[in-house]
């Protein structure tokens, strides 16, 4: 089994950047989709991000396209997110995920085999 840690979360002011990792372990990360979703205060989660196996193809959400950038180290079995030009909606617990057979399609509508536990992302206005 797989499991994932996040890090890199914290305060920021808006227009400021973060950039979360994510390690795992119990598993190489190498055979699997890997993504990012988040989940803000009162809202359900959203997906973020994912990246392919080969890191050949990356989907972002509409709201983050031009400021974040998903990328993946398999040689270290980590997974980044770097964030830039912060705004207040972007505020949430930001989660790794994982998923062997996903598409890029299907792990925007939650196809994910494991979940880490979040690190939280605040942007102050």
């Known amino acids: 089994q797989v499991q994932l840690v996040e890090s890199g979360g914290g305060l920021v002011q808006a227009g400021g950047s973060l950039r979360l990792s994510c390690a795992a372990s119990g598993g190489s990360l190498s055979g699997y989709r890997i993504g990012w979703f988040h989940q803000a205060p009162g809202k359900e989660r959203q997906f973020v991000a994912s990246i392919s196996r080969s890191a050949g193809n990356t989907d972002y959400t509409d709201s983050v396209k031009g400021r974040f950038t998903i990328s993946r180290d398999n040689a270290k079995n980590t997974v980044y997110l770097q964030m830039n030009s912060l705004k207040a909606e972007d505020t949430a617990v930001y989660y790794c995920?994982?998923?062997?057979?996903?598409?890029?399609?299907?792990?925007?509508?939650?196809?994910?085999?494991?979940w880490g536990k979040g690190t939280l992302v605040t942007v102050s206005s």
């Open positions: 995920v994982v998923s062997r057979f996903a598409t890029a399609a299907t792990m925007r509508g939650g196809s994910v085999d494991y």
